[in-house]
């Protein structure tokens, strides 16, 4: 049996198919509130690279700071909201006795999350609705956005390659 994972089985000793979707769901949405705080903390906060409105409402006036504060407490309030279903999910997920409990499958879970995150917010923040870019004061704004599409392309694609991996060393355990 690989290292953190385990299948379960009933009180009569039969095996129980264990399915991995709820863990998949669970750590996605984890990762997706991670993925939210990081950009929050490290991207809005510490470099101060960004705000939620940047692109729209510089921050160069008090208001305009003001807004836009208002604005990224409304993302974390979402991302903090996505974090607590992940949990709540994967709290609930232990005590079935069909879930698959694997290391491999949650953390490619959170790093699926994380890189979903970042596309979708990178799509629709930075080009569509062109609210912010990664880098706000930057000679090449498009060159940030688009390697920021690219890593989390990259991030999404290694997870999900992790989450199989998974799911075929869980698969593997079954009996017969």
């Known amino acids: ?14 095996a129980i198919k264990p399915h991995t ?11 997706v509130g991670m993925g939210g705080f990081v950009d929050g903390i490290v991207l809005h906060q510490i ?7 940047s692109a729209k409402l510089p921050p160069d006036t008090l208001l305009n700071k003001e807004v836009n504060m208002f604005w990224d407490g409304i993302f974390h309030a979402f991302t903090w909201l996505t974090t607590a279903v992940g949990i709540g999910l994967l709290w609930r997920l232990i005590y079935r006795r069909d879930a698959a409990l694997s290391n491999r499958i949650f953390v490619g879970g ?5 890189g979903l995150f970042n596309v979708v917010e ?9 609210l912010h ?7 090449s704004q498009g060159l940030w ?13 290694g997870s999900w390659l992790a989450i199989q991996k998974g799911r075929r060393d869980v698969h593997r355990q079954l009996p017969g």
């Open 47 to 53: 470099l101060q690279w960004h705000q939620m409105l």
């Open 110 to 114: 959170l790093f699926f999350g994380f």
């Open 145 to 157: 956005n688009w390697g920021f599409i690219l890593v989390s392309l990259l991030m999404l694609a």
């Open 122 to 130: 990178g799509l629709i923040d930075h080009h569509l609705l062109k």
């Open 21 to 31: 979707g709820p863990l998949i769901v669970a750590a996605t949405l984890i990762g």
């Open 1 to 14: 049996m690989a290292t953190g994972q385990y299948t379960r089985n009933s009180p009569a000793g039969a």
């Open 133 to 139: 870019n990664v880098r706000e004061i930057s000679e």
